[in-house]
């Protein structure tokens, strides 16, 4: 559950921020940008030793306009001392939702 916690939290936080930098307009579209922040988004679902790779090649693919996201993945996640990569990764793990907890 913990786990589920964090991954949700980390969405929920991506997406106010991404809608605070004026990039809502541009996920709607789902074109480009869209396309990058669902890849982002998806880094909680990876083995935790991919974590780190996966998001260089990102921030490496991202345009200027997407950095603000980027630069707060890294220093909120990445180089977090409170939840290191692997606490928050759910890989591997047999319940990756809180379905179960409300009943679905």
């Known amino acids: 559950m913990l786990m589920y916690v964090l991954v949700v939290n980390t969405i929920y936080e991506c997406s106010f921020l991404f809608q ?3 990039l809502e307009p ?3 579209q789902k074109k480009g940008t869209y396309a990058f922040i669902r890849k982002l988004l ?3 679902y990876l083995s935790a030793e ?3 790779p996966v998001f260089v090649t990102l921030v490496d693919l991202a345009s ?3 950095m603000p996201l980027m630069e ?3 220093r909120t996640w ?3 001392d409170v939840w290191p990569v692997h606490s928050w990764s759910v890989y591997g793990r047999s319940v990756r939702t809180n379905n179960d907890v409300e009943g679905k």
């Open 20 to 22: 605070s930098k004026g």
């Open 26 to 28: 541009e996920y709607q």
């Open 72 to 74: 707060y993945v890294r």
């Open 78 to 80: 990445l180089e977090s």
């Open 42 to 44: 998806c880094l909680p």
């Open 50 to 52: 991919h974590i780190v």
């Open 64 to 66: 200027e306009h997407v």
